[in-house]
């Protein structure tokens, strides 16, 4: 949206509160999203009263007119035409606006040129077959772990998700246009991409058809072994110089045996492997209508844990489900209890409008679901703890990301290969893979000191 907007001649602004324009990106996967999305609205118009706000995002396909009429907003533009935000933007900028700026993260227009609403329908977006996407910066690290989008949209249908209804099937981007991002990337000097989806285990899925037709007297499923995770992993490593690869979030049923033999044998490819949980309870697993069983989630756990003894192994779990039982909430608690996590994303179920959850009869107590939520925290917290000492010692790769704190602090901020945030000794640059000995672990980081420079090996 950026390069859009930069290329119908606007300017980006250092910060929001010097913008004429300014783009918000929306989440909606849960009523909290929807207020923090809500609440910078405010911010953006109290900081900067003069500026044109456009909305767009998963929370402006789902509910622009809950949007619109908020004070400040201008345009509110969903996913469906997102790829329009630039040309709706700027096709209506008053004469009296000559080079506006940019800020990211979002855009906004005068009210006489507002989207029709009838525009936004949800069936738009599921009219998308193409994903659009550009390597993405954090802020804080703005030269370090670029991520890299290359799957969208979501064809499962979880009872409690309003993802798919705002972000469209599933579609991948095609593996020459990944190759050449990251090969970009890598020209540019960054020495970690991170790739990621929303249902990133199922890349390359849509994109089968097209190659089996054009495969003549081959039989299906051998082409089909070409659009597979673990088959764009590999063309990353063989036709790219790129020193590490992190794998985002990927669900249970796409942990094949392939894709963890390959994690585990490059060392090439961080050891961090996210798998989403959500309960440990199979009748709340079959209520949220998962497709995978409680057994079937142990056993890829225990699996990646024996192919990488050090690895990061994260979950999503959910509680306060509508129907979710004491003895419900208790299965999901021994089963973390058991598993090797070494760190845990806990989330109070938010009912979502439209989703077949909201309409559960069985809604559990807020307070109830809070509770759990604090439970499950606090043996996140003791896994995570016992992970990070049992570090103590060893030698460890990790990223430089940026000097820690005041200027004239001798430290540098880094992350390991296995996802744990490191405190190095002394200043070191940016953007490096480093070796690096654990010498003691606080609360929140382990602190190292350097070794030598990593160099990163070869498959």
Known sequence: MEQQFLERGLERAVAARDAEIVVLNTCTVTDGADKDARASIRQLRRMNPGCRILVTGCYAQRAPEELSVLPGVTWVVGNSHKHRAAEIATSSLSSSL?????????????????????????????????????????????????????????????????????????????????????????????????????????WGRDLE??????????????????????????????????????????????????????MAGSDRIAKHAHVPMQSGSDAVLRRMHRKYRPWHYREKILKIRD????????????VGFPGETESEFAETRRMIEDLPFTYLHVFTYSPRPGTPAAAHPQQVPSIEGRERNRQLREIAAQKKALFMRSMIGTVIQAITLQTAGAEFTEATEALTDNYLKMTVAGRHQANRWMNLRVKMADIESLRGEPLTTATAGRE
């Not at 006489?112 to 804080?140: C, K, N, Q, W, Y």
């Not at 063989?238 to 249970?252: A, C, D, G, Q, Y």
């Open 98 to 202: 000559s080079a506006p700026s940019l800020s990211a993260p979002s855009v906004r227009t005068s009210t006489s040129a507002f989207v029709p609403l009838g525009e936004l329908s949800r069936d738009h977006i599921f009219a998308h077959t193409e994903l659009l996407a550009a390597p993405v910066f954090e802020a804080a690290n703005a030269r370090t772990r670029p991520n890299l989008k290359v799957q969208d949209g979501c064809n499962n249908r979880c009872s409690f998700c309003v993802i798919p209804y705002v972000r469209g099937r599933s579609r991948s981007l095609a593996m020459e246009r990944v190759v050449a991002e990251v090969r970009t990337l890598v020209e540019a000097d960054y020495r970690e991409v991170v790739i990621s989806g929303i249902n990133l285990g199922r």
């Open 209 to 262: 058809r097209g190659s089996r037709l054009s495969v003549v007297g081959s039989h299906p499923k051998a082409s089909a072994k070409t659009h597979r995770l673990e088959s764009l992993l590999r063309a990353i490593l063989h036709r790219t110089s790129l020193e590490k690869l992190r794998i985002s979030s990927v669900e249970p049923m796409d942990w094949s045996d392939e894709l963890i033999g390959l």
């Open 307 to 318: 192919a990488m003894p050090t690895a990061a192994i994260g979950a999503d779990v959910m």
